[in-house]
């Protein structure tokens, strides 16, 4: 039986060095060594969220562009695109979340192809299949989330210590909300993501809430 629950929280920054100075100083935190996706042109940090969590502090990889040709798509969670670059230029942002599955094929056929192709990735030791849209937005500015499926056992929570940091819950805004929770239950996620109306054409708001050893933090889109 397909079961799916949240994997990590992918926050954007314009510059991975000054986005993870903002995110240790805000979080009290020291996040991990930086982590490159070839096949996007991009690279991370990431800092454990409990056994079963994580969050990434993803960036465009200025060097991957000096030494290789531009990805073989849009980059994944709308980094490539002016609305999602003008958000992260002052500071990091939430830019959605990513669902673990045990059958990615399956759930991608399941919600009509709107999470995009299955794309097989890799890096060192870790082997996965994550849903990317074609033109590389998150779907529903975030709110519905990329699927994801490890296929090795190794886990990022696996490598990662532990530095007290948990995630206690998200909460968006969405003028159609009953949409959300539509396509939420197609993949099982019916109670991932609390959720308000906002009236007609103003547009969709996200974030998610952190514990610290400092106490509770909020990350926004």
Sequence with gaps: MNSTTLDHLVIGCAD????????????????????????MG????????????????????????????TPFMPRWFGLDTPDVQERI????RLLGWVA?????DALAEKT???????????????????TIPDDGYAVEAGLIPTLIQWDLPLHPCQ????????????????????????????????????????PPYSGMTMCAYIRTPGGVKTLMS
């Design 159 to 198: 490598r990662l210590p532990d530095q007290q940091c948990r995630f206690e819950w998200m909460e968006a805004a969405h003028p159609n909300p009953a949409k959300i929770r539509y396509l939420l239950s197609e993949m099982g996620l019916e109670n991932a993501l609390t959720l308000t109306p906002t």
């Design 100 to 104: 673990r599955t045990d059958n990615i």
């Design 42 to 69: 991009t690279h991370n940090r990431l800092l454990s969220l409990g056994p079963q969590h994580y969050l990434e502090l993803i960036a465009i990889d200025p060097a991957a562009s000096q030494t290789r040709n």
């Design 16 to 39: 991975l060095a000054r986005g993870s100075a903002w995110l240790e100083r805000f979080l009290s935190v020291r996040l991990s060594d930086v982590g490159s996706h070839v096949l």
């Design 112 to 130: 009509g192809g709107i999470l995009g192709g299955v794309q097989p990735m890799e890096r060192g030791d870790f082997k996965w299949r994550i």
């Design 89 to 92: 230029a002052q500071k990091p």
